[in-house]
């Protein structure tokens, strides 16, 4: 089936430097993957969906300039974490599909990330 | 846009029992919705999923109803187990100018007593 494979799984960073994540598709191509973003004991928000070639689109309340995106292949995707503070201590998770919208979302393993 | 519903939060069951979550979506042209299972730190799993011109779906223990023009779905699993312990979300989603967005359901704790 259908792997996405994401690293770290988890890291520990100082607070000011920046952490990059990666999510691959590694049997498939994903034109589109998505960052998620969750909470202990809450569901998963996404962040924003990244586009192969073009600009992520960002949710609403998500800095663009602080989660920098880059989808550089269609089985490649990259979330930055620039500055990063304790605040954005969290379990980020990263999917894609395989096919079209009403196929299955694959997920990542996650990375947890903390910022001390 | 899409605004999806879960309850219950937390369900306690014993070995053997069913349970039964149920979601709400808000936009009727939504047509696609997973079940996805979490355990603890990992990756959510696809468990089940379902499409809109389709009424109900079983795999073994596990089934999903949909109801279009109540906008609600539902998941049962019957004969449960301890290892089906885990926070469980639905999802709805269509196709829009973004291409797939998915919205997810709050989630479910479940808690399967031996």
């Known amino acids: 089936g259908a792997v996405v494979s994401q690293h770290p799984s988890r890291v520990i960073c100082k607070s000011g430097t920046s952490v990059k994540i990666e999510c691959r598709s590694l049997d498939f191509q994903a034109t589109t993957m998505f960052w998620y973003r969750q909470f202990p004991k809450q569901s998963l928000m996404l962040m924003a969906t990244s ?36 605040e954005d201590s969290s379990f980020y998770i990263c999917s894609a599909r395989a096919g079209s ?10 990375t947890r990330l903390t910022v001390t | 846009g899409e605004n999806v519903e879960q309850h219950p939060s937390t369900l306690s069951v014993q070995e053997g029992d069913s349970a039964v979550i149920k979601c709400t979506y808000s936009d009727s042209a939504s047509n696609y919705f997973p079940w996805y ?28 109803t949909l109801n279009k023009t109540a906008k609600h779905f539902s998941l049962h699993i019957t004969e449960t187990q301890p290892e089906d312990s885990a926070v469980y979300f639905c999802a709805a989603s269509k196709q829009n100018n973004a291409g797939n967005m998915l919205t997810f359901g709050g989630g479910t704790r479940l808690m399967v007593k031996p």
């Open chain 1, 51 to 86: 586009n192969e070639g073009s600009k992520a689109t960002y949710e609403q309340g998500v800095e663009k300039d602080k989660f920098l995106i880059n989808h550089a292949s269609l089985t490649l995707s990259t979330l930055t974490v620039t500055s990063a503070h304790p």
């Open chain 1, 101 to 110: 919208y009403n196929s299955p979302l694959h997920f990542g393993n996650g």
């Open chain 2, 37 to 64: 299972k979490q355990e603890l730190g990992k990756r959510p799993q696809l468990i089940i999923d379902i499409r809109s011109n389709v009424g109900e779906k079983k795999d073994q223990r596990i089934a999903v």
